[in-house]
């Protein structure tokens, strides 16, 4: 499965509890990098690359001397390059033939362009400082990129990448009470609110709690599913600890 695919993922699951706070919905401008590292489409494809790798990011925007958004120039656009001998290795010649004269253009404007501007990608999507951090995750996973250009007025006033969005994970982020004076039947109740309205939520009968633990019983359960129900019962206030016996029908819970 794809890395970033996977991370995508993981990162819109894991912002369901930032993407709203006391204060109200986290934006694009809560979380923004605002100190922009920018290229300009006359700068070299060395000089570009050499400012990703001491920065440490894996893209810049393109801006012209106004500061009006062009594109974006990313590894992805530098991985295929005729001087350290990644360039598209030479194809057969019925696949030579199959392709049109302008993707074999393109390819070879990519792998041997000095200039930003002819690497870059320009199909750029861009979001606005109000813009809620759930959108702009859901956003990076469907389009499969890393960061996104945050604009006002048609100018570019930040970023937004995949960093900053684990980064407000680790401060903004409410930690879940570890201890609270509830009793197992509210423990319980809590339980089943967390999961209610979940297609994989446990009927009644199948979650006790007993000092604190949570047991969740039922049918052989698919490993997503069983992780979804057990995570719901582990942000539990008051929970101390769950333990799964799906396939297993109902019982008071053993002390081994």
Sequence with gaps: ??????????????????SSTKEGIVRASD????????????????????????????????????????GMVTEG????????????????????????????ASQYVKEHARKVKD????????????????????????RRIKRVPVMRDGKIVGVVSRANLIRALVTMAPEVPTAMENGDNAIREDVLAAMKDHP???????????????????????????????????NVPGVKDVKTHFGLPPSVPSSD
């Design 200 to 234: 994989w939520a446990l009927a009644r009968e199948n979650v006790t709690v007993e000092n604190g633990t949570v047991h969740l019983w039922g049918p052989v359960i698919r490993g997503e599913e069983g992780n979804a129900i057990r995570v719901s019962a582990e």
């Design 77 to 104: 656009d530098l991985m295929r390059r005729a001087e350290i001998g990644t360039g598209v290795k030479q194809r057969s010649w019925w696949l030579e033939l199959a392709a049109s004269t302008t993707e074999l």
């Design 119 to 142: 690497v870059m990608t320009t199909d750029v999507s861009t979001v606005t400082e109000t813009c809620p951090v759930a959108d702009i995750a859901e956003l990076l996973e469907r």
């Design 1 to 18: 499965m794809n890395a970033d695919r996977e991370t995508g993922g993981a990162i819109t699951a894991l912002l369901d509890g930032v």
């Design 31 to 70: 979380i923004m990098t605002t100190s922009i590292i920018s290229a300009s489409p006359e700068m070299s494809v060395r000089h570009a690359a050499g400012m990703m790798v001491f920065a440490g990011i894996s893209g810049l925007p393109v801006v012209d001397e106004s500061g009006r958004l062009l």
